[in-house]
């Protein structure tokens, strides 16, 4: 059964950093291009980020470009994204996902094969 299982997510100062993880199961990762996506309540999830499958090729939305990094380790099945210098406007549940395609070139949730449950990022004084 293919599964993603996103943690790392918690309550964090605005300016601190946090690292959330995507692990794997049920299916070879390498195989797959991952994305990270956030949602806020009232709003369309959004993309954040995304890695290729082999990682020589990321992604990122404007809003977090030069704050936010993605990164995979495909001998761990696993994904990261570091998050820094966070904002207030970065406070969502972050989502990864996985597509079966060897570079990123869509944001469109209905292209990604699995999805994680989510965890919560609050950044928050």
């Known amino acids: 059964q293919p599964q993603l299982v996103e943690s790392g997510g918690g309550l964090v100062q605005p300016g601190g950093s946090l690292r959330v993880s995507c692990a794997a199961s049920?299916?070879?990762?390498?195989?797959?291009?991952i994305g990270w996506f956030r949602q806020v309540p009232g709003k369309e999830r959004e993309g954040v980020s995304c890695?290729?499958?082999?990682?020589?090729?990321?992604l990122y939305a404007d809003s977090v470009k030069g704050r936010f990094t993605i990164s995979r380790d495909n001998a761990k099945s696993t994904v990261y994204l570091q998050m820094n210098s966070l904002k207030p406007e970065d406070t969502a549940v972050y989502y990864c996902?996985?597509?079966?395609?060897?570079?990123?070139?869509?944001?469109?949730?209905?292209?990604?094969?699995?999805w994680g449950q989510g965890t919560q990022v609050t950044v928050s004084s």
């Open positions: 996902a996985a597509r079966s395609s060897y570079y990123c070139t869509t944001w469109a949730r209905s292209e990604y094969d699995y």
């Open positions: 049920g299916f070879n990762l390498d195989g797959y291009t």
């Open positions: 890695i290729s499958r082999r990682g020589g090729t990321t």
